[in-house]
């Protein structure tokens, strides 16, 4: 039965730096391969770092593990095996580094739309695993900035339309101004400590039971 556990809350993940140290899951059948990411892994001052040679229920073992980063290795992979770790990063909100020995642009473009972090293609080296691991990380953590950014963003909008549906009600019933339903509602919001939201959404729910 696949587990209905998950990696931890989105966000900015986490580094060495920060005092914390990463955990870090290779995904990869192939044990030499796996040998050179965790050789360059060590090299760079990681050692925690968990092999994930199985594929099948992938996403079950990733969440298991929990990491803080992803790697996946594939050496030549089929479109079937592509779109199965495709499936698993969209599904994780973590760091993803995807490395493959041949590639074209349409996979590129559907690792970055998957949420891939960092795509090396070609030319497995040990020494430039850091640097990859590094680059995955920078931009996951712009990228969740971004993210958050924009639903900041989105909240305030939707929450100024409902404040605003809420001053068109006061003023309609209540022959007031614009200011003044706003100044209606603000004082409510502070008397019943509540934010001026949640006290226009309550006039438009009242409005619409009483049509």
Known sequence: MASNKKP???????TAAGGHPLKIAIVDESPIRAAILEEGLHDAGHGDVVRIADMTDLLTRIYAVDPDVILI????????ILE???????AVRRPVAMFVDQSDTASIQAAVDAGVSAYSVGGLKKEGVKHIL??????FNAFARLQSELERTKTV???RKIIDRAKGILMKAKSMTEANAYALMRRTAMNEKKKIVEIA????TTAELLK
Do not use: Y
Not at 73 to 80: G, I
Not at 84 to 90: C, K, N, V
Not at 201 to 204: A, D, E, G, P
């Open 8 to 14: 931890g809350p989105g966000g900015a993940a986490r």
């Open 73 to 80: 290795d594939l050496e030549n992979p089929s479109r079937d």
């Open 84 to 90: 199965q770790m495709l499936q698993m990063s969209r």
């Open 134 to 139: 590094d680059l995955c990380i920078s931009r």
């Open 157 to 159: 909008l939707e929450e």
């Open 201 to 204: 959404q309550s006039v438009i």
